[in-house]
């Protein structure tokens, strides 16, 4: 199967940094999207990308399909960004969204 | 506010007991999903649903069952419960054919002794 890499594991940000999250693909995947698992376990989606670029206030995600990853950007971060990140795609298109090992991030005051 | 509801959010259990993990969902969606979080592993789909009893085998079905009998609720069955399905399950769901419009329950981390 395609295998997934996200880097780096784990980010401790002082409040107001900026940082970039990245998940390579060994193959060409559909329907990337990320999502933000808070400290509470809750789950959320913060973009279907699976091509160009979006944002959302301070965040932003980027996918280079040809190129095979992702990228989010987290400008000005706060506290609540805290959480793991992951990225997940739907291999093809089966319905089985399938996710990277994700990114832990922490942000301290 | 619509939302994914997972019946316990802390479950201990013994070895050898069969275990049930409820989800119901009040979106009317179509597309029921269970997955498993360890750490370091991400999210692996263990059964999904593509409507009212049906079902279909994830990445890791071994040792688990499911029960769809109706459309909001999408059941997760331990047959025999043993200490490596310690873990977290999240159950979600999203409308067919809405291919990003996941909506995710807050879990239920489940410790098998």
């Known amino acids: 199967g395609i295998q997934v890499e996200q880097s780096p594991p784990d980010l401790i940000l002082q409040e107001g940094a900026n940082s970039t999250l990245r998940c390579n693909f060994s193959?060409?995947?559909?329907?990337l999207q990320w999502f933000h698992q808070n400290p509470w376990g809750q789950l959320i989606n913060l973009f279907y990308?699976?091509?160009g670029t979006k944002q959302n206030g301070r965040l932003s995600a980027t996918t280079v399909a040809t190129e095979r990853y992702s990228l989010l950007y987290i400008s000005s971060s706060q506290t609540t960004d805290s959480g793991v990140y992951f990225c997940?795609?739907?291999?093809?298109?089966?319905?089985?969204?399938?996710f990277g090992s994700g990114t832990r991030l922490l942000v301290r005051p | 506010d619509v939302k994914v509801t997972q019946s316990s959010r802390y479950l201990v259990k013994r070895t050898g007991e069969k275990v049930f993990l409820e989800c119901v969902q009040d979106?009317?969606?179509?597309?029921m999903f269970w997955y498993r979080q360890d750490p370091g592993l991400g999210l692996r789909l263990i059964y999904f649903s593509y409507d009212v009893k049906m079902k279909e085998k994830g990445d890791i079905p071994e040792g688990y069952s499911v029960s769809r009998e109706k459309k909001e609720r999408f059941s997760l069955i331990l047959e025999s419960a043993s200490t490596n399905q310690t873990s977290m399950y999240l159950c979600a769901s999203r409308r067919q054919g809405n291919l990003y419009g996941y909506t995710f329950g807050s879990g239920t981390r489940l410790t098998v002794v």
């Open positions: 193959d060409s995947v559909n329907n």
């Open positions: 979106m009317d969606h179509e597309n």
């Open positions: 990308i699976p091509s």
């Open positions: 997940a795609f739907d291999q093809d298109s089966s319905y089985k969204l399938i």
